[in-house]
Every structure is written in structure tokens, then in C-alpha cells.
């Protein structure tokens, strides 16, 4: 099972980049899964969800401004990020929602300057 990201870059406060996650096999087709995000010297964070139904969560840091989609082959989750910020600088990875996790991607960089 491979975990691809991508779409990240680097852009200016308030600009927006859509990340995608490409899953191999059946492993988004059949989990509720999930953004993190791990920015220089802090530990992984969960920042959205999505289940299997399409039901999304985020987390407050970046509700209004973060939204978790799925692609219609089911196999894509998609993360649309607006009103960027300075803070949101991070790798961005996408797993299941909760362990036990799936082996993690590469990830995709995020650079947000001021």
C-alpha cells in the first residue's frame, strides 16, 4: 500500500494550494482517512477527516480555512487549504484517520512566508 501526496509549494500569506492523496490498493476506499501535518520541531498533527460517508471534521486551527474532499473514484482525498498562513508551514501527509496506520508517504512541503 503506497500513500502519495502532492500539490504542496510555497506560497504567500492568504494564498491557497489544493493537496491530493493518491492511495494505492483499497486503503481509501475502505477507511475513514486523514490530513496531518508536521511542522520543523513539532510532533504530527491531525488536521482534517473524512469517513467512508463523506463526513469531514477539522481541526480548529484551521476550520474556515481547510477542506478535506474525497475524488469520486474514492481512491483520492483531497485537501483544499485557503487563507494560508505562516503557522500552516508543515509536510502535509495523508493516512488512515487512526491507527492502526498504513505505512506513511513521503509527504508534500508547505512553505507559507509572511
Known amino acids: 500500500v503506497q500513500l502519495q501526496a502532492s500539490g504542496g509549494g510555497s506560497v504567500q500569506t492568504g494564498g491557497f494550494l489544493r493537496l491530493s492523496c493518491v492511495a494505492s490498493?483499497?486503503?481509501?476506499?475502505?477507511?475513514?482517512m486523514g490530513w496531518y501535518r508536521q511542522a520543523p520541531g513539532k510532533e504530527r498533527e491531525l488536521v482534517a477527516t473524512?469517513?467512508?460517508?463523506?463526513?469531514?471534521r477539522v481541526a480548529d486551527s484551521v476550520k474556515g480555512r481547510f477542506t478535506i474532499s474525497r475524488g469520486n473514484g474514492r481512491n483520492t482525498v483531497y485537501l483544499q487549504m485557503n487563507s494560508l498562513k505562516p503557522e500552516d508551514t508543515a509536510v502535509y501527509y495523508c493516512?488512515?484517520?487512526?491507527?492502526?496506520?498504513?505505512?506513511w508517504g513521503r509527504g508534500t512541503l508547505v512553505t507559507v512566508s509572511s
Open positions: 490498493g483499497s486503503v481509501a476506499s475502505i477507511y475513514d
Open positions: 473524512i469517513t467512508l460517508a463523506g463526513t469531514s
Open positions: 493516512n488512515r484517520d487512526r491507527p492502526p496506520f498504513v505505512t
